[in-house]
């Protein structure tokens, strides 16, 4: 954990003498738009990124990073202080990651390699000294993994619970951690029912796993249903199933014509900040029709991806 701390607390010293202290959320539009989330939260009680009135909802990231920048603006309206913790996180993650090595092999000396590897990682140490969510995404994700493990080796469903709750939580952070589930569940079926053949153990299990999770998650998509009508976690299924549409060839004219619709129904006209594609009531329909414009040209989307 020492060694973390140096190379991590290195990038954020060398960062804020060449930078400055705003350096941190000014890196990319992510950042900016998690900083101001934050911020708002905070001054204005508002889930919106815009720095000023009318505050347009953001459907688009999920509450739980912008959360913890709200924490901080009760001591510092910069954002060099959040950065500190979360290098401090990040290091953290390095003795989880060499718990979690013990935990599925069982050799010191392995688990300190990999612990290591990830504590001098250029890409590690970049993200946790940037406003953005991927350090708390990954210390979350740690801990839920070693839950598990140790739901498996005692079984003792309290470890199974939490570590349900607490990946509930990291998709909260960001919503890819919603799939995670899917490997969890996969372990339980070649566990519960390839192994011992017990349906009922893979179905009593991934059941009350997956109704943790989802009450976790739940308020947030309560959240979504109240102020925006569409009940979901986040609208970053359609946004990224667009941008591969768009790898696999131009727009489609249907799509096109979609798109045109969502600026105006869900974009500044409509109340919803930007182009709209990012709003989640035009999550369903950019889902399906970038999705179709994907299956359509297969070969294209390949080669470019």
Request: hydrophobic residues 50%; contains cysteine.
């Amino acid at each position: 954990m020492v060694i973390s701390l140096f190379a991590h607390f290195f990038i954020f010293f060398l960062l804020l003498r060449n930078y400055g202290s705003e350096s941190y959320y000014i890196t990319n539009i992510d950042a900016v738009e998690y900083f101001y989330l934050g911020k708002n939260l905070y001054q204005h009680h508002v889930f919106s990124e815009f720095t000023q009135a009318p505050f347009y909802l953001n459907s688009f990231r999920t509450v739980l990073y912008p959360l913890y920048l709200a924490l901080f603006q009760f001591f510092s309206v910069d954002a060099w202080l959040p950065i500190v913790f979360q290098n401090i996180i990040a290091s953290f993650s390095i003795v989880l990651i060499y718990r979690l090595g013990l935990l599925v092999v069982d050799n010191k000396k392995i688990s300190f390699v990999a612990a290591l590897v990830f504590a001098l990682s250029i890409s590690q140490n970049f993200w946790a000294n940037n406003i953005e969510p991927d350090t708390l995404l990954v210390f979350l994700i740690l801990i839920s993994l070693i839950l598990f493990i140790k739901y498996v080796n005692c079984n003792s469903r309290r470890y199974l619970y939490w570590s349900a709750f607490i990946l509930g939580l990291a998709a909260l952070a960001k919503p890819v951690a919603i799939y995670f589930p899917l490997f969890i569940l996969g372990y339980i079926f070649i566990y519960g029912v390839i192994i011992r053949r017990d349906w009922k153990h893979f179905i009593q299990t991934s059941a009350i796993y997956l109704a943790i999770v989802f009450m976790t998650i739940l308020p947030w998509a309560l959240r979504n249903w109240s102020q925006l009508g569409v009940f979901g976690l986040s609208s970053i299924q359609g946004v990224n199933l667009l941008y591969y549409a768009e790898s696999a060839g131009p727009y489609p004219p249907e799509l096109c014509n979609y798109l045109d619709q969502v600026k105006q129904n869900y974009g500044f006209a409509g109340q919803g900040g930007g182009d709209g594609h990012r709003d989640i009531r035009a999550t369903a329909g950019i889902s399906r029709l970038a999705l179709k414009a994907i299956i359509q040209h297969p070969l294209t989307f390949a080669k470019r991806n």
